[in-house]
């Protein structure tokens, strides 16, 4: 299960903890005996099954946190300050064009869709979009969704304050739902270099049907 993603964190486990693998290995050979130290191989590997088996459990909220912590990949930032939602002052000289995208995994049935293709949005204004799904088979599905933005440098200033991404949702047959994404630019958009000739981001979902074993993907790691 999510198996590149475990071996991500798997790589940032070992390289947080260096000192241990040789030095206490070799420490832990030489001091134990052939039959004990077959044992302990035994209670060693079945650890290791069970750890690997609860992260694979948490590998949703782990990934959800990772991305949105450090705006990885195009994910917007976690939350967002609602002092500064409340204060904050649209930027009247600047605009930017939001479009909405909607994607669906190979096993999803699911007829998904943004309800408008684009809007305007001044940074440091918010702004409601909204995205149709609707189940056109004859068993319930529960879906879950992830997103990004392009381009991926952008996701540290979208802020959502609302959004259906990353919780399940449960359409019963023919069932059909809309999903608000309540969400801003952040004003300090205007004062990152980067940003300078940005005039275009955008928002895009991929719903997938929620199983055993989904292999939520990976968003492509580009340097902020």
Not at 98 to 106: P, Q, S, V
Not at 151 to 179: H, R, S, T, W
Not at 184 to 205: H, Q, W
């Amino acid at each position: 299960m999510l198996l590149g993603g475990l071996r991500a964190w798997g790589s940032i486990c070992l390289r947080s903890f260096p000192a241990f693998s040789a030095r206490n290995f070799r420490h832990f050979s030489s001091n134990s005996g052939g039959r004990k130290s077959g044992s302990s191989t035994v209670y060693y590997v079945a650890a290791a099954g069970v750890l690997t088996l609860g992260l694979s459990y948490a590998a949703v909220p782990l990934y959800r946190m990772f991305c949105q912590a450090y705006s990885y990949g195009g994910t917007t930032a976690v939350g967002h300050d609602k002092e500064k939602v409340a204060s904050m002052s649209a930027v009247e000289n600047r605009v930017i064009k939001i479009k909405f995208n909607a994607d669906l995994g190979a096993s999803m049935r699911w007829n998904f869709k943004p309800q408008q293709p684009e809007i305007l949005v001044k940074p440091g204004e918010t702004a409601l979009a909204f995205y149709k799904a609707r189940n056109p088979t004859d068993r319930p599905v529960i879906g879950i969704s992830t997103y990004n933005v392009i381009p991926f440098e952008a996701g540290q200033y979208f802020n959502k304050i609302q959004c259906f991404c990353f919780e399940e949702q449960m359409l019963n047959p023919n069932e059909e739902v809309d999903m608000p994404v309540f969400f801003y630019i952040d004003p300090e958009f205007v004062s990152d270099p980067r940003m300078e000739y940005v005039e275009t981001i955008t928002l895009s979902y991929t719903f997938f049907e929620a199983r055993e074993g989904l292999k939520l993907p990976l968003p492509n790691h580009q340097s902020r």
